[in-house]
């Protein structure tokens, strides 16, 4: 459904906001909704959906939707959600179920919201880290109920394989919020654990933030939320339910190496065209893996940015043109 606070806009020339909307999921615990972000024409039947990485947001994706809804001339829906636990989204009442399976079934929902609203034509979907692995489930799972495959798939710095030093290093902070005195001075902190994503301007940086972090009052408030808000009055707080990291805790090499060979067979299966892209740098998709994307499966593309770790945010140029060039050259 559609929240009328955020005005829609049928002029793609003059959206510089996206409208938000929810979608209601299933889940053991009695369900929950997941928000979205929507750019460009709601009557198009041209879908371009955007994930985020694990402690992420859908507003991550904001200068590249624009630029996808321009390269479209206006006529393509580019669709950017919060996955369950993040942003406007709704927390889970179990913290073990924040794992991809439950993120893919709500990827499905919010697919067949879509198609009701207006019949899907053209499906296709970027990923960033978390969100390609839930990508390889989409276009890889033949069985899913899609109103249309995966035309175009880009995985952003992941593959089946993950490199474990990556993932040590991510659940060392993930779910360690602070209290921030003000948006800039959660930004600062943030750039401390996010350098990998390669040179940004403070302005880059401070836009990509600003979206990070909720006021501490309006958590309290927020029914979707249920944290208690911590902190002095003012505050601010990371946008995330602090337990997403429980389960990322919790695998096992043995685990790490299952889930590896079942992402190798989802891969394998994908028959969208399919680009890779990654952070000459990352620590998370190494260079031997990305290569073997370009050599099975659906052969993919392989871009490289100089300069980047992990994760590519798409706010470069290069790094625009990279994906905009895929999806409609």
């Known amino acids: 459904m559609r929240r009328d606070n955020y ?17 209601a999921c299933d889940d053991a615990q009695g369900g929950h909704r997941m928000a979205y972000w929507q750019w460009g024409d709601a009557r198009s039947a041209h879908v371009v959906i955007c994930v985020h990485g694990l402690t992420r947001q859908g507003r991550d994706f904001d200068l590249l939707a624009q630029a996808i809804v321009a390269r479209a001339a206006g006529d393509v829906r580019v669709v950017c959600p919060d996955v369950v636990g993040r942003g406007r989204s709704d927390w889970l009442r179990d913290p073990a179920f924040y794992q991809v399976p439950v993120y893919a079934a709500d990827m499905v929902a919010l697919i067949a919201q879509l198609h009701r609203e207006q019949a899907i ?12 692995l839930i990508g390889f489930v989409l276009a890889g799972h033949k069985e899913l109920p899609l109103a249309r495959p995966i035309r175009r798939f880009i995985a ?68 979707s939320a249920k944290a208690e808000a911590g902190g002095d009055e003012g505050a601010w707080l990371l946008h995330y339910d602090p337990a997403i990291g429980v389960a990322l ?27 890779v892209t990654r952070g000459a740098e990352s620590d998370l998709l190494s260079r031997e893996t990305a290569l073997a994307m370009t050599q099975r499966g659906p052969h993919a ?29």
Do not use: C
Request: overall charge negative; hydrophobic content about 45%; glycine content about 10%.
């Open 121 to 132: 034509g053209t499906l296709d979907y970027l990923g960033t880290s978390m969100g390609g």
């Open 156 to 223: 952003n710095d992941v593959g089946p394989t993950i490199e474990p030093a990556a993932v040590q290093r991510i659940g060392a902070y993930v779910g360690k919020n602070g209290s921030y005195a003000s948006v800039q001075a959660a930004a600062d902190a943030m750039w401390t654990l996010s350098t990998s994503f390669g040179p940004h301007t403070p302005a880059q940086w401070l836009a990509l933030s600003q979206h990070m972090v909720v006021p501490a009052s309006q958590r309290t408030a927020d029914g």
């Open 7 to 23: 005005p829609h806009q049928d002029d793609f020339v003059f959206m510089t906001e996206p409208t938000l909307h929810d979608v």
């Open 249 to 275: 805790r919790a695998i096992t090499p043995e685990a790490a190496a299952q889930g590896g060979a079942i992402m190798w067979s989802l891969y394998d299966a994908i028959e969208a065209r399919t680009l």
């Open 301 to 329: 593309t392989l871009v490289e940015f100089e300069g980047v770790g992990h994760a590519p945010t798409f706010v470069d140029p290069l790094q625009i043109a990279a994906v905009t060039n895929f999806l409609f050259d």
